[in-house]
């Protein structure tokens, strides 16, 4: 239905679809938004999982990839009553973000807390290598 019909129906389901369509729609942009900051002997990583559960989310290392899966899903709402509903929506996405942390990180490495909607990852930086200086041999 184009937003032309929707207007000229004297439904008031179709006024409040077209008022809701863009200001209620859920954007994936807004989703598992990161900020990487550095703490010296550590990286944090802050990820935004809005209303999302700890069991809902999926932390795995390979490679030197740190991928985080995130299952977004409002249908675990459904049995609550909210009254005679004009619209009732619901959402169900799985997104998964990937970050090179390098091959030297280990599980042991990350330490990861979920809070108000706001997934927390510690990565320990590993420890740098020394590189020896160039060293001379003395021919006899």
Known sequence: ?????????NNSY??????????????TSNLMRCDITDEGDHYN???????????????????GYLTINAV???????N????KYIRHERRYSEL???FYVGED??????EASLNNGILSLDIKKPEQKVVEKKKYIEIK
């Open 45 to 63: 990583l802050t990820i935004e999982v809005p209303s999302v559960k700890k069991e809902n989310i999926k932390l795995s290392l390979e490679d």
């Open 105 to 110: 990180v280990e599980e042991k490495d990350i």
């Open 14 to 27: 179709d006024l409040f679809d077209s008022f809701f369509d863009n200001f209620f729609a859920p954007s």
């Open 72 to 78: 977004f899903n409002d249908k675990e709402d459904e």
């Open 80 to 83: 609550k009553n909210h009254g």
């Open 96 to 98: 998964s973000r990937s």
């Open 1 to 9: 239905m184009s937003n032309i019909n929707k207007y000229h129906h």
